[in-house]
């Protein structure tokens, strides 16, 4: 079982910024993979940006490149999620999720572990 706690999350304005964090008790195989995903009222569980443990590929959604980074302490087992110039759109429940052999990172089905997730809100 991995246990994943996410923080970080907060109220903004419009261009603000904030860095999410996401810290495994473990991690399960050597290869994982560890995705933000995102979620408000009434949308489904959309893709933000995931990584693969141990300095390999990246992936970051197309909604919002070039405004996210994602990177990692690996042996902190500590993901981060740096986000700028934040907008309305991106306030939603921000959950960090992990995986063993995700063949495609932005679909949620393939992680086998979820947090609880962290709230962002961005004010105009």
């Known amino acids: 079982q991995v246990q994943l706690v996410e923080s970080g999350g907060g109220a903004v304005q419009t261009g603000g910024s904030l860095k999410l964090s996401c810290v495994a008790s473990?991690?399960?195989?050597?290869?994982?993979?560890v995705g933000w995903f995102r979620q408000s009222p009434g949308k489904e569980r959309e893709a933000v940006a995931a990584?693969?443990?141990?300095?390999?590929?990246?992936y970051i959604a197309d909604s919002v490149k070039g405004r996210v980074t994602i990177s990692e302490v690996n042996a902190k087992k500590t993901i981060f999620l740096q986000m700028n110039d934040l907008k309305p759109d991106d306030t939603a429940m921000y959950y960090c999720?992990?995986?063993?052999?995700?063949?495609?990172?932005?679909?949620?089905?393939?992680?086998?572990?979820w947090g609880q997730g962290t709230q962002v809100t961005v004010s105009s």
């Open positions: 473990k991690w399960f195989y050597s290869n994982n993979c």
């Open positions: 999720a992990a995986g063993a052999y995700v063949a495609e990172p932005s679909r949620p089905s393939e992680y086998n572990y």
């Open positions: 990584i693969y443990t141990g300095g390999g590929r990246s």
